[in-house]
């Protein structure tokens, strides 16, 4: 069974940045892809950033340029790296790991970006 941990959300201001983790636990011998998503409130949940197991890696015309998704094979921990922060990144992010039977989720973790 896969499990999914986060860290890293909490409160920034704006212009500011944080680093997000998700670490997994269980076997990821089936995984595809992994990434972040976010909601914000009274929105869809959309995808941040992505990266394809054995391929590469997209983001979010929203992030793009200011995030950096990479995967810590050591430490099996997604992380996302954003910087410039704005006020619109406020949402809560989730991670998720896709193999190609589910996806499975991880709890939440809460990014509000305020002065």
């Known amino acids: 069974q896969v499990q999914l941990q986060e860290s890293g959300g909490g409160l920034v201001q704006p212009g500011g940045s944080l680093r997000l983790s998700c670490t997994v636990s269980?076997?990821?011998?089936?995984?595809?892809?992994m990434g972040w998503h976010r909601q914000a409130p009274g929105k869809q949940r959309d995808l941040v950033a992505s990266?394809?197991?054995?391929?590469?890696?997209q983001y979010a015309d929203s992030v793009k340029g200011r995030s950096t998704l990479t995967f810590d094979n050591a430490q099996n921990t997604l992380l996302l790296q954003m910087s410039s922060l704005k006020p619109e990144d406020t949402a809560v992010y989730y991670c998720?790991?896709?193999?190609?039977?589910?996806?499975?989720w991880g709890q939440g973790t809460q990014v509000t970006v305020s002065a």
């Open positions: 269980g076997s990821i011998a089936s995984t595809n892809n």
């Open positions: 990266i394809a197991w054995g391929g590469g890696t």
């Open positions: 998720n790991l896709g193999t190609s039977r589910k996806h499975y």
